[in-house]
């Protein structure tokens, strides 16, 4: 059975850093792509960013910008994102998924074949 499970959310002002984890089980950690998306209240799903399982990390328009890093230890089934200088916009559920995809769509949701729970972070002004 698969499961992705986040950590790391939380309270924080602006101005902090966070590092979400996600642990995959169940499944061949690395022979799947990785990625992270958010959901704030109201708005849709958005790609955050995802390490491809053939190598290399794609970013979107938000986490281009440099405050954002995904990273991945395959020997510990672990994806993480780190995301720093938080502002109150960056307040959302965030989501780790996992994809058999190498290449192609990964910057939507529908390209990913499972999904953690979410691990909610709050930044204050």
């Known amino acids: 059975q698969v499961q992705l499970v986040e950590s790391g959310g939380g309270s924080v002002q602006a101005g902090d850093s966070l590092t979400l984890s996600c642990i995959g089980s169940?499944?061949?950690?690395?022979?799947?792509?990785m990625g992270w998306f958010r959901q704030a209240p109201g708005k849709e799903r958005e790609f955050v960013a995802t390490?491809?399982?053939?190598?290399?990390?794609?970013y979107s328009s938000i986490s281009v910008s440099g405050r954002f890093t995904i990273s991945r230890y395959n020997a510990k089934n672990t994806v993480y994102l780190e995301i720093g200088d938080l502002t109150p916009e960056d307040t959302a559920v965030y989501y780790c998924?996992?994809?058999?995809?190498?290449?192609?769509?990964?910057?939507?949701?529908?390209?990913?074949?499972?999904w953690g729970r979410g691990t909610q972070v709050t930044v204050s002004s």
């Open positions: 998924a996992a994809s058999e995809r190498g290449d192609g769509d990964l910057r939507t949701w529908n390209g990913y074949n499972y």
């Open positions: 390490s491809r399982r053939i190598g290399g990390n794609v």
């Open positions: 169940g499944y061949t950690f690395s022979r799947y792509t």
